[in-house]
């Protein structure tokens, strides 16, 4: 089952703009977190954010968090031209075990440079 | 830094035939898992196994089966390959984490093909 959906689906930005991407989940989780994907590769982790955290920062990334309205967000800011990929949600739910994660479908961002 | 290897990035088989997908990671990484990735359908659990030997279904298991006799070892196998199991395959592993979902670290893919 889809615990994430993200929104949008595609984006497309100049360089050096901001790009925003959103996630919606289900269920209670104990944290959310947010992998990049660059075409035919594997998923890379970026940024892990916790029930109980509102707001995360890593480098140019800013990852929000509303638990009560079970959505996050991830932004990019000054993006660049190597931000192209494809990015994904993961929630952990709460009351599963084993590290289990539920991705989203991903918002596929495209810089020009 | 965390390695997570598999075995083919490509690979063409056809129809009928047994294939083995081999995943390995050098971190002791007690969870391992196998998700397949579509178009439009994002990633989907397969299998997953938090310990050797131990295994659990993730949401699409009908059609796979899976292998973990060593720690650093994940296997995934098609019994009987059909058309409909053409994807890329993507194998991870993760600590068992405390309470929580630990970072889940990603091998490069297997894109497999049955024709």
């Known amino acids: 089952s889809q615990q994430g959906e993200e929104d949008p689906q595609a984006l497309s930005i100049q360089e050096g703009e901001n790009a925003t991407m959103n996630c919606s989940y289900k269920t209670s989780i104990n944290n959310l977190q947010w992998y990049r994907q660059n075409s035919g590769r594997g998923l890379v982790h970026l940024i892990l954010?916790?029930?109980?955290?509102r707001e995360k920062h890593s480098g140019r990334l800013r990852v929000t968090l509303d638990t009560s309205k079970k959505s996050s967000s991830l932004l990019i800011t000054a993006s660049r031209a190597a931000d192209t990929a494809s990015y994904f949600c993961a929630t952990d739910e709460a009351g599963t075990s084993y590290g289990k994660l539920t991705f989203g479908q991903g918002t596929i961002l495209t810089v020009h440079p | 830094d965390v390695k997570v290897t598999q075995s083919s990035r490509y690979l063409v088989k056809r129809t009928g035939e047994k294939v083995f997908l081999e995943c390995v990671q050098d971190m002791d990484h007690e969870n391992m898992f196998w998700y397949r990735q579509d178009p439009g359908l994002g990633l989907r659990l397969i299998y997953f196994?938090?310990?050797?030997?131990?295994?659990e279904k993730g949401d699409i298991p009908e059609g796979y089966s899976v292998s973990r006799e060593k720690k650093e070892r994940f296997s995934l196998i098609l019994e009987s390959a059909s058309t409909n199991q053409t994807s890329m395959y993507l194998c991870?592993?993760?600590?068992?984490?405390?309470?929580?979902?630990?970072?889940?670290?990603f091998g490069p893919g297997t894109r497999l093909t049955v024709l």
């Open positions: 196994s938090y310990d050797v030997k131990m295994k």
């Open positions: 991870a592993s993760s600590f068992l984490g405390r309470g929580s979902t630990d970072t889940q670290y």
């Open positions: 954010i916790r029930s109980n955290e």
